[in-house]
């Protein structure tokens, strides 16, 4: 039945071991208030909820009016639904995956590749690289949300180099008196960092994990003692330590900003830019691809050549990281977040609690809308019947349809849609 065009979805949670426990998870939380029937076990991890038709997160359509029982295998039989740009460009795929995290220990230090390196890893090693797309991201604050992101400036990780005796040992005296002289010339600064990194990464694994106790005991005394270990980052390290002990990663921090976003502020991660997430909750949107090369904090396989050939050796500071949100001009209510590439965008409707009609308007592709606060009966012409939205509710937009929304809450409402702005 083409004509239902605007229907409720029912979301795949991933239970990863990293995510937040019970109702201290945001994804819990939503998926609660999405469906007050569901249960949500004490000591279980909800760490990721999947809003899209990833074969291995494929969204339930909730309207018993329609024959396919996912949202993947509605799109396949109706591509037209993601708008003539979006289907002819994507080859009828929905281009994004949408997803809440809750980060409770860290995830591992990683980067994605571009297309051409996807292509390239999935024909030689299909079984750690699933696709051959690549998957820039873009992860938008819910709670504060803490996570590691791109080298720091060259300063920064010359004074650890100074400070934490632990750290040069792993790098090595030639590799820091390089990065140490590169300073000023733009030309050899990337050079020397990679080397820098490769040389940490490629440690025989004796010599960084007797490295990391001695750093991990000397902190913990100063911590003991009272002392500021701020110029040997001490809190994050023991943090991770606790969480990966012995693991390479621990001394990323000393390479990678650490930023720490409010909720509505954004991290926008390319090709091949180093990251990781520390801690909180957030919106995350993504090109549909499950491509991920790791460096550390993880127990899963690792591929340490292929990360320190591919990364992005830019030393910038954490503010260059922060992605702005654009108010939309045409609606007030709506702060764009518009990535340089083509595969999503995200928006935050934030409707305040003097406007009680909204409508959500068309766009020319499909899109998805999850709800966090607020409650509204939304109609379309393409739902025929009235949809109760309240916080945890999410919704599938075709292209070209717009949603009038009734709002009922008195606290207004917060909304994020994702879509493909070709």
């Known amino acids: 039945m083409e004509e239902v065009r605007v229907f409720p979805l029912s979301c795949v949670v991933q239970n990863y071991a990293w995510g937040k426990v019970g109702l201290d998870s945001e994804v819990a939380k939503l998926v609660l208030g999405g469906d007050p029937q569901a249960v949500i076990e004490d000591g279980k991890p909800y760490a990721e909820l999947w809003m899209g038709a990833h074969p291995k997160g494929d969204a339930l359509i909730k ?44 995830l591992s230090i990683q980067a994605h590749p571009n297309r051409e390196l996807a292509a390239k890893l999935h024909a030689q090693f299909p079984e750690h690289y699933p696709d051959n797309n690549h998957k820039p991201e873009m992860a938008i604050a819910l709670t504060q949300f803490e996570g590691l992101c ?43 960092l990679k ?47 606790s969480q990966y002990p012995g693991d390479i990663g621990c001394f990323s921090i000393y390479f990678l900003n650490r930023i720490v976003l409010q909720p509505g502020e954004a991290m926008f991660l390319g090709a091949n830019e180093p990251h990781a997430y520390l801690s909180g909750d957030c919106i995350e ?35 260059a990281k ?29 409707i305040p609690p003097s406007v009680k009609q909204y409508t959500v308007s ?19 012409a393409a739902a025929f019947t009235d949809i109760m939205l309240r916080r945890g509710s999410v919704l599938f937009i075709s292209a070209n349809e717009s949603v009038a929304l009734q709002v009922t809450a008195s606290t207004g409402m917060i909304m994020f849609r994702a879509c493909c702005l070709l």
């Open 63 to 106: 309207d018993n009016r329609i024959s396919q029982r996912t949202l993947g295998q509605w799109i396949a039989d109706y591509p037209g639904c993601l708008g003539s740009k979006v289907k002819d460009m994507f080859q009828g795929q929905l281009p994004f995956l949408f997803k809440v995290l809750s980060v409770n220990t860290a």
């Open 362 to 380: 068309p766009l020319d592709c499909a899109g998805i809308l999850l709800v966090v606060q607020g409650e509204a009966s939304a109609s379309s």
């Open 322 to 350: 922060i992605f702005p949100s654009v108010q939309d001009p045409s609606d007030p209510c709506v702060y764009l977040y518009d990535p340089p590439v083509p595969d999503f965008t995200v928006m935050r409707i934030q």
């Open 195 to 241: 080397k820098c990194f490769s040389r940490m990464m490629n440690c025989e694994k004796k010599v960084f994990v007797d490295q990391l106790n001695m750093l991990v005991k000397r902190v913990s005394e100063e911590v003991a003692a009272g002392k500021d270990t701020s110029s040997s980052n001490g809190e994050l390290l023991l943090r991770l330590h």
């Open 285 to 319: 949107c993504m090109a549909c691809s499950d491509n991920t090369v790791r460096a550390g904090l993880t127990p899963k396989y690792i591929d340490v050549n292929t990360l320190c050939e591919m990364l992005s050796y830019s030393p910038a500071p954490v503010s």
């Open 150 to 192: 791109g080298f720091r400036p060259l300063e920064e990780i010359i004074s650890f180099l100074k400070a934490v005796p632990e750290f040069h040992a792993l790098v090595g005296n030639e590799a820091a008196d390089e990065l140490q002289s590169s300073v000023g010339n733009p030309g050899r600064i990337s050079l020397a």
